[in-house]
């Protein structure tokens, strides 16, 4: 596939690790934002062939792992009623909630349904006018403009059957959340390249200047991310802390007006919990005014539901890399990946997830 | 950073709840969740004091022959899908868990549960691809079954299959004989059936997807048994694709299994398809592809044997059998680092990240 | 976090009022919205996310890490000052 193998090539990539062990003088950490970036790690083994020095540390970048309970618990409710058509993506019915996950709710005897697009979402309640389609839309700014494109498409074709549970979340509080904590450990950041698509880098220079650290938007093949670690580890190594761009054939510095304009038509700010941090003010996006009809928690009476994040969940240490997933009491004790205590065990590209599964090796 | 060990880290976001009170789709995934159904249910309650072997079929003798005995159910939605159907499905599937023993296989039962409604032109298609799979794989189909259930009941029809086979009396291929030092060989390029069905599927349906694989591989095997040297193990890639089936070898046998992700083969629809979808093509489902376990000084022979065959155009060598890390597959990444090719829970699903 | 893929535009069509594209993945085909690449035209390569196009693929920029690679190869001592001056010429710099 052109523009994904040529940034696979294991030569290249190995130029660029030379590179930045030339340039690094002493030991850095850099967090990955991104789960993608985290995914593709891992899958190529790239932290292995970086310098020691290069610490990374991995983000809180997975829409997936950071829905809280309480959202879950929501959509599993929404998906036992007999006349809804619960749909999302494939990643997202597996997440466990308090007590189950979707695909038990499905078991169960619910309409549990895998969407590729939220188009599809609403096509599906097109094709259903008996039955109330209820889209569960996760994700960053990268996904928004798909799940806005939803609401307005619903609108247009008069769908009265169709509703969306949104748990939007935004990438830029997540950084402050993750600067903000005490002696944070974090020197430089790569930012999530596909969040940029849309958005733009003007977000990240206030961030960049107030916290003084480089932020290089970066991408999500081995010489995307390698390119990234170098760009940031040149900043560090001479004591620059600005925004730059290593994925200059995907992001522009403007982002993505049309689809910044659609999103901002539809959706509107909103304090989002995040599992395993806790509640950061206007991290997400819920539906504003003109389009609160599709809210389907107004739309369906759930009572109140509501669930805490257990209190001995230590991520927030972990992301700062204060403490070793290994070094939590928790660890491996109550915190397992089949019962989690927050998301980096939830999420298998988590650290937690990681080295529990490693150490059981 | 990690001092030389690959770490095992499933590529899949977030991972499951694995402690279920019903069935769930994940049960029949080819993954962990079937694992454990079959080692924490179905063996204690079908072989309590009899060895278990993770084998493709049953060896059983009768009087002074061996037979090979299998059973599967098709279950496949749509029926039909690019490369085949679920009666291509249901005879290849059969004949390819005989055909891993090194079996020549003889004879299948087909058992039919169709539902109210189904077209008899499309039974009619699915019998008439039933026959000509049998006619390709030289087998008859000898007794059978037919079961209705109401409309709503059933997608269409689902089929199953069992059949027996027999073993030649020098031919002796199970995953016991897995052992360090045996070269880890592919058929051919992974992935095809799964991304083929999937190509079909409602919701997310897309064009220009490879054909299925879907083929009986016992003409395959029986072109193999001829080496001089030895074969350790034949396994046919099926639901989990290849990890799950080395997966299982690697435990059964208590091996290591070190493979080369760059020797891997996968066509370019498979690998794009994958890519789109989020999927790992090492865990999508095949058909008519098999993994061989030889020593590595019959590798050649057996390699050159399988190039002349038409279903194994492209063989490779794909990895080694070790003493280090037993029960655990490793994958080398061609950057250099390593990582632990684990089970699935069940089936993957397409992601958004 | 989010799967983009690219993808290059087939033709285009109207679907339900949207612009959309058969777009081919590596031989793959789906159907894919262009609401968001308006400008996108056939034979462009689009990066696409759950269904939608979100950008298309500047193929100038999509070369800057190669010329990059071969001018730290040339210059054979990858990471002193000329390198990292080349890499921040061609690193696209500050966009913020």
Redesign the interface.
């Known amino acids: 596939m052109k523009y994904l193998d040529e940034y696979r090539n294991a030569d290249a990539a190995r130029s660029l690790v030379r590179a930045i062990a030339a340039r690094v003088t002493r030991p850095w950490n850099i967090m990955e934002v991104c789960g993608g970036q985290t995914h593709a790690i891992v899958r190529f083994a790239l932290d292995e062939i970086l310098p020691d020095e290069i610490r990374l540390i991995h983000g809180p970048g997975c829409p997936v792992c950071v829905t809280p309970l309480e959202t879950i618990d929501r959509a599993i409710a929404l998906a036992a009623r007999p006349e809804v058509i619960l749909c999302s993506f494939g990643d997202m019915l597996r997440v466990p909630g308090s007590g189950k996950d979707l695909f038990t709710v499905k078991s169960e005897g619910g309409d549990v349904r895998v969407v590729y697009s939220p188009i599809d979402a609403v096509t599906l309640a097109r094709k259903h006018p008996d039955r109330q389609v209820v889209f569960f839309a996760i994700g960053f700014e990268t996904t928004a403009p798909a799940n806005a494109m939803a609401a307005v498409q619903a609108a247009r074709l008069g769908l009265e059957n169709f509703s969306m549970l949104v748990a939007h979340v935004l990438v830029p509080p997540a950084i402050r959340a993750v600067l903000d904590v005490p002696d944070c450990r974090v020197q430089g950041f790569l930012a999530a390249g596909h969040v940029c698509t849309v958005m733009g880098a003007a977000e990240y220079r206030p961030l960049a200047e107030r916290y003084r650290v480089p932020i290089v938007i970066t991408g999500f093949e081995p010489l995307d991310i390698l390119r990234g670690v170098l760009m940031c580890v040149e900043q560090l190594e001479s004591g620059r802390h600005e925004v730059a761009n290593a994925y200059p054939r995907a992001v522009r510095p403007e982002g993505n007006p049309a689809a910044q304009r659609q999103v901002a038509e539809v959706f509107e700010p909103t304090g989002r919990k995040w599992r395993g941090i806790g509640e950061i003010p206007a991290s997400g996006w819920r539906l504003g005014p003109a389009y609160a009809r599709f809210d389907a928690e107004r739309r369906f009476d759930l009572g109140h539901i509501t669930a805490e994040e257990p209190d001995a969940c230590r991520a927030g240490d972990v992301l700062q890399g204060r403490l070793r997933p290994c070094e939590c009491p928790s660890f491996g004790v109550e915190c397992t990946p089949e019962q989690p205590l927050g998301a980096l065990m939830v999420s298998a590209e988590g650290a937690c997830a990681a080295y529990y599964r490693y150490r059981r090796k | ?2 001092n030389g ?16 009170p ?5 049960h029949g995934g080819g993954g962990r969740l079937m694992q454990e159904l079959i080692e924490g249910l179905f063996l204690p309650g079908f072989a309590a004091g009899r060895p278990a072997i993770p084998h493709d079929s049953a060896l059983v003798e009768v009087g002074r022959e061996r037979l090979a005995f299998t059973t599967d159910s098709f279950v496949v939605t749509p029926l039909f899908f690019p490369g085949g159907d679920i009666g291509t499905l249901a005879v290849c599937g059969t004949v390819n868990d005989l055909a891993m023993t090194g079996a020549k296989p003889l004879y299948l039962s087909a058992g039919f549960i169709l539902e109210e409604g189904l077209p008899l032109d499309t039974l009619r298609r699915i019998v008439e691809s039933m026959r000509q799979a049998a006619d390709e794989a030289g087998v008859q189909i000898v007794t059978g079954d037919t079961k209705v259930v109401d409309r709503g009941r059933g997608d269409g029809m689902y089929i199953n299959t069992a059949g027996i086979g027999l073993i030649g009396p020098r031919t002796d291929i199970r995953p016991g004989r897995v052992e360090p030092g045996d070269a880890v060989l592919l058929s051919g390029d992974l992935g095809r059936h799964g991304i083929a069905v999937m ?1 079909v599927r409602e ?2 349906d ?5 054909e299925s694989d879907c083929a009986p591989l016992h003409g395959l095997v029986e072109t193999m048994l001829a080496a001089d040297g030895e074969l350790h193990c034949l396994r046919d890639l099926t639901r989990g694709g290849l990890a799950a089936a080395l997966n299982e070898i690697a435990r059964h046998a208590q091996v290591g299994i070190e493979l080369e992700e760059a020797a891997i083969p996968v066509c ?2 498979v ?3 994958c ?4 999927l790992d093509p090492l865990y999508a489902a095949n058909e008519g592809r098999l993994v061989a376990f030889c020593p590595a000084e019959s590798v050649e022979e057996v390699l050159h044997l399988m190039h002349a065959h038409p279903l194994a155009e492209s063989p490779a060598v794909i990895g080694l059998v070790v003493d280090e ?1 037993p029960g ?1 597959v490793e994958l080398q ?8 090719l ?1 089970l699935l ?1 069940g089936e993957q ?5 | 976090m989010c799967l983009g893929i690219p993808g290059k535009i087939v033709e285009t069509f109207q679907r339900d009022q949207l612009p959309m594209a058969k777009v081919e993945f590596g031989g793959i085909i789906k159907d894919i919205c262009l609401a968001y690449t308006p400008e996108a035209q056939p034979g462009q390569y689009v990066l696409v996310h759950v269904g939608f196009a979100i950008n298309q693929i500047d193929e100038a920029e999509a070369e800057e890490v190669f010329r990059y690679i071969e001018e730290i190869e040339a210059m054979g001592a990858p990471g002193g000052p000329e390198a990292s001056e080349a890499a921040e010429r061609g690193g696209g710099g500050e966009t913020g």
């Open positions: 950073m990690t060990h690959p770490r095992e880290v499933t590529l899949s976001c977030p991972l499951p709840l694995r402690d279920y019903t069935v769930q789709m994940a190509s919701g997310l897309f064009a220009g997807a490879p370019e629809g690998r794009s398809a890519e789109l979808l989020g890390h655990v990444s061609p950057f250099g680092g390593g990582r632990i684990d829970s699903m397409p992601r958004i990240c």
